[in-house]
């Protein structure tokens, strides 16, 4: 494995996994990295809290101010352009805007601005809402692997849920 190419399982080690823990993996994982079943609806679940927490901290921030909510919270999406640049790249990106790291620094920003606080905390609500919105969807963290291979399992109409 090339340095940088994330923490992929080659083949020969996933037979190892599939063989050794079953069909689903390690502790609900399967050998590609993605979750299933309980472990799966917990993590989207947790999305859908993400989601109805960051909501309900913008209605508090930002009264009235719903225009701004719409107009930017689908602005994370951007970051797919990377996959234009090939499928690693564009995971990069992708789980760049799309990891909650960067939303909880923005606000922690506030904290050290106080005069920009208000803006910084909505627009890391914003940006939350996105994450959570995505992880209650089932869109999870990408694989270099391409755009349809995410923490959350394989996107598509194979397994909705």
Not at 38 to 65: D, I, N, S
Not at 66 to 89: E, K, N, Q, S, V
Request: glycine share 14%; net charge positive.
């Amino acid at each position: 494995m090339a340095a940088g190419a994330g923490v992929e399982a080659a083949p020969v080690q996933a037979d190892r996994v599939r063989s050794a823990a079953g069909r689903h993996g390690v502790h609900g994982a399967d050998a590609a990295g993605a979750v299933h079943g309980g472990v799966r609806l917990l993590l989207r679940a947790e999305g859908a809290a993400l989601l109805l927490f960051a909501v309900l901290a913008y209605a508090q921030m930002a009264p009235g101010q719903w225009g701004r909510f719409a107009a930017l919270l689908l602005l994370p999406d951007l970051a797919m352009l990377g996959y234009l640049a090939g499928p690693a790249i564009g995971a990069r990106a992708y789980n760049a805007a799309h990891s909650v790291i960067s939303p909880v620094l923005l606000a922690g920003a506030g904290f050290a601005t106080p005069a920009q606080a208000t803006l910084l905390w909505s627009l890391a609500a914003i940006w939350l809402a996105h994450i959570g919105l995505d992880r209650l969807l089932g869109y999870g963290l990408k694989y270099g692997r391409g755009f349809g291979h995410s923490h959350l399992g394989r996107l598509g109409p194979r397994d909705p849920w």
